[in-house]
């Protein structure tokens, strides 16, 4: 939307920032950039929520799918060991599939449960699990992946598609490059895992060092996988 000040002539005098018209204007993107990097972590410091753990994976699963049964069942587990303490909540991309099986296990273990939603045009609002409080929806993905990346200090990464690789490469690249420090990855479903990405291959045409699978764990075992972020994740302040 192209902004006109002469349409100010046909309203009442308004503030700039009360003056929606500029707001959703494409001249004021960087301001609406500027709200949903700073607003998610007043909301996140004033809830008490210092780290996170987040969750990604596909939207599709349904409740009678495995990868929404393990999900569940690892949200559910981690909420209990490390969300006990209050400060640490359990994140994940607030949709359908395998992000509210991740929402709806971090309620049962007890966790802060939190949900990083995006406004899209095909999908509805984030899901019920998601607690009313901690319910984010943003407009653009980079602000998103921000806040889904800053307070995170281990992930579990289930089967998804495009998305869900473009996460999980992203982070990885970001830890190779020492652009963030290493944390504790977990990609659960090795068939899927193994079949999907050929990190021998990669390594094989010299794209990535061998040392670099050492970035990750790959498991089908939930104590495993707990054990792993459990063992491994560092809760000390930024």
């Avoid at 490469?169 to 190779?176: C, D, H, P, R």
């Amino acid at each position: 939307m192209k902004y006109n000040p002469k349409q100010r002539r046909k309203l009442r005098a308004t503030k700039a920032y009360n003056n929606n018209t500029f707001l959703n204007s494409r001249e004021a993107r960087s301001l609406r950039i500027q709200c949903e990097m700073i607003e998610p972590g007043i909301r996140l410091k004033r809830l008490g929520v210092d780290h996170m753990i987040t969750f990604f994976g596909s939207a599709r699963p349904k409740e009678d799918d495995q990868n929404y049964i393990d999900a569940r069942n690892l949200a559910r587990m981690l909420g209990e060991v490390e969300g006990a303490t209050g400060d640490v909540g359990i994140s994940s991309g607030g949709g359908p599939g395998i992000m509210e099986a991740v929402n709806r296990g971090a309620r049962e273990g007890g966790a802060k449960s939190i949900g990083m939603g995006i406004s899209l045009p095909f999908e509805q609002r984030n899901n019920e699990y998601v607690s009313s409080d901690l319910d984010f929806e943003f407009h653009y993905f980079f602000t998103r992946k921000y806040w889904c990346v800053y307070l995170t200090k281990a992930y579990v990464i289930m089967p998804g598609g495009v998305g869900t690789l473009d996460e999980m490469f992203e982070i990885l690249t970001l830890i190779q490059t020492q652009k963030m420090p290493a944390v504790p990855i977990v990609l659960f479903n090795s068939d899927f895992w193994n079949r999907v990405v050929n990190f021998d291959t990669m390594i094989e045409y010299g794209t990535i060092s061998p040392e670099d699978v050492n970035l990750f764990k790959i498991t089908d075992d939930y104590d495993e996988a707990v054990s792993y972020i459990s063992d491994n994740i560092n809760l000390a302040p930024k």
